[in-house]
């Protein structure tokens, strides 16, 4: 079936460190993988995406990695600010839905 | 226009009313999405709208009932709602199925 697992639940860092989330999914017909943050009683916002054609793509502090035949793709934010405090979600489309992950609350500390 | 507009922004009804959810975007995405989020729980799909036609509805109960009058509205008809319908109804629209995701800012439903 179409599954998304997301790991860690809650990850707390200081401000300067780096913050990993991993993600694993079981639909191979899967060829987009979006992450969205979202903060507290606002709407996810995607902050980075990655199809299934490219291994790694970064954008400043982000960068995400895929990994296709082991199902399993990463977030990795660089030099951690308390603004990235939110709840990620990673997501797979597999058959032209969206399927998240249960999410990971990240709380970065001064 | 970059965004995906939704009304109202909180909405509260009694189990025997009749309301409506709308959900706008100018973007010219051509997919269009409803999903329901409930507190500290992922985004769950419930419909999704192709070209202005169903593609795909996730067993939803038929107390809700989606309509695509045109390819930049969608709405969300709710009629005799359980208090455990409360939640978060998101909009999304994509320039394709599989691609772009944009999320409204949602409308925040209590039923009573």
């Known amino acids: 079936g179409e599954n998304v697992e997301q790991h860690p639940s809650t990850l707390s860092v200081q401000e300067g460190d780096s913050a990993v989330i991993k993600c694993t999914y079981s639909d191979s017909a899967s060829n987009y993988f979006p992450w969205y943050k979202q903060e507290l009683g606002k709407r996810p916002q995607l902050i980075i995406d990655?199809?299934?054609?490219?291994g790694e793509k970064k954008d400043q502090r982000i960068a995400v990695t895929l990994n296709k035949t082991a199902k399993h793709f990463s977030l990795h934010i660089t030099e951690t600010q308390p603004e990235d405090s939110a709840v990620y979600f990673c997501?797979?489309?597999?058959?032209?839905?969206?399927?998240f992950g249960a999410g990971t609350r990240l709380a970065v500390h001064p | 226009d970059t965004e995906v507009t939704q009304t109202p922004k909180h909405l509260v009804m009694g189990m025997t009313n009749k309301k409506s959810l709308k959900c706008e975007q100018h973007?010219?995405?051509?997919?269009m999405y409803w999903y329901k989020q409930k507190a500290k729980k992922p985004p769950e799909l419930m419909f999704v709208?192709?070209?202005?036609?169903?593609?795909i509805n996730e067993s939803v109960p038929s107390r809700f009932s989606p309509e695509c009058p045109n390819s930049s509205l969608l709405n969300l008809h709710l009629h005799a709602l359980q208090p455990e319908d409360s939640a978060l109804y998101l909009c999304?629209?994509?320039?394709?199925?599989?691609?772009?995701?944009?999320f409204g800012s949602g409308t925040r439903l209590t039923v009573v």
């Open positions: 997501a797979a489309s597999p058959r032209r839905k969206l399927i």
């Open positions: 973007m010219g995405h051509r997919a």
């Open positions: 990655i199809r299934s054609n490219v």
């Open positions: 709208y192709s070209y202005e036609k169903l593609s």
């Open positions: 999304a629209s994509s320039q394709r199925e599989d691609y772009g995701y944009t």
